[in-house]
């Protein structure tokens, strides 16, 4: 045995050398996806939805519009492009448009926006109104209402949530407000019991938010890059979180100037957690972790902030 340790040590003393590594095979894609089809998509997106995609999103890009290659039976991005180019009112440029948007959500994602939420609410004159500005598939619009709900002692509050997003498939799901289960698995239990309703037999492993709730929740598409938008203020408060990350400085500094003449004086606009809007806008404050007031020395001017536009 010890002579049989002796060889085999020997021989890795002697650099045997180890196999050589199988390179991987290259993937064959399914569809043809130059750099131009990558940068015609880019502004083509960029042109309707004012979505402005990084250069690390070409493999993205490739598998989400490959679906719909196949779902339109065309054989290759070029014509699929073209398509959309020669007929600006297809009905595919909402499918391109729904398939490029991203819906990361969750029910009270940022938990610390709502206990300031809850205590603004409480110091205003019913009838309250608020505008959550991408609902996606609307667990964050359902949290609005849950917290006005709580902070207003009422499950029928004199309150009203607007919720609108650039994509129709997400809006479907959250008016209809039907959710997996597991969707609630970081809600107290108490509030879970609450406000959603759990399936039974076939629809076991289901809940659905309470037709209370329901009511207070408008759902509406609304491109933000649309000179029409189907809301009206004033609103005292405007959820736009996580959604302008999306966009360029100069394109975020246009919606911005849009919102606030929507705002009541005393209203509030929440922000995502990686979004800092002072860097683009001067016609608000911070009044708190990315929690936003206008800024009452610049009501009526709204002007953009001059700064570099960040690559």
């Not at 005292?236 to 966009?247: G, P, T």
Request: positive net charge; glycine residues 4%.
């Amino acid at each position: 045995m010890t002579s049989l340790l002796k060889t085999i040590d020997s021989g890795k003393k002697a650099g045997a050398a180890a196999p050589a590594r199988q390179a991987k095979p290259e993937t064959i894609k399914e569809f043809e996806f130059t750099a131009r089809d990558f940068e015609r998509v880019r502004t083509l997106i960029y042109k309707r939805a004012g979505i402005a995609l990084a250069d690390s999103k070409h493999e993205m890009v490739y598998s989400r519009l490959a679906r719909r290659l196949r779902a339109t039976g065309i054989r290759s991005f070029e014509a699929y492009l073209d398509s959309l180019e020669n007929r600006p009112d297809s009905e595919e440029w909402e499918a391109f448009t729904n398939a490029l948007t991203t819906n990361l959500t969750s029910f009270f994602r940022e938990a610390h926006h709502f206990p300031i939420l809850a205590d603004h609410v409480r110091k205003l004159s019913e009838p309250i109104t608020i505008w959550c500005a991408a609902s996606s598939t609307g667990e964050e619009p359902y949290s609005i209402a849950m917290t006005l709900c709580e902070a207003l002692g009422t499950m029928t509050p004199q309150a009203h949530v607007i919720a609108t997003d650039i994509d129709t498939n997400v809006l479907t799901t959250a008016s209809n407000g039907i959710y997996a289960l597991d969707r609630l698995d970081k809600m107290e239990p108490e509030r879970a019991r609450r406000f959603f309703l759990r399936g039974k037999g076939a629809q076991e492993g289901l809940v659905r938010v309470r037709p209370e709730l329901r009511q207070m929740v408008t759902f509406k598409q609304l491109n933000l890059l649309s000179d029409d938008w189907p809301v009206s203020g004033p609103f005292d408060a405007i959820f736009c979180r996580n959604v302008m990350i999306y966009f360029d400085k100069p394109t975020q500094g246009k919606i911005l100037a849009r919102f606030a003449p929507l705002m009541k004086p005393n209203a509030l606009l929440f922000a995502g957690h990686s979004e800092n809007f002072l860097y683009v806008s001067d016609a608000f404050k911070l009044r708190g972790k990315t929690v936003y007031e206008l800024d009452p020395s610049r009501v009526g001017t709204h002007r953009l902030v001059a700064r570099p536009i960040e690559k």
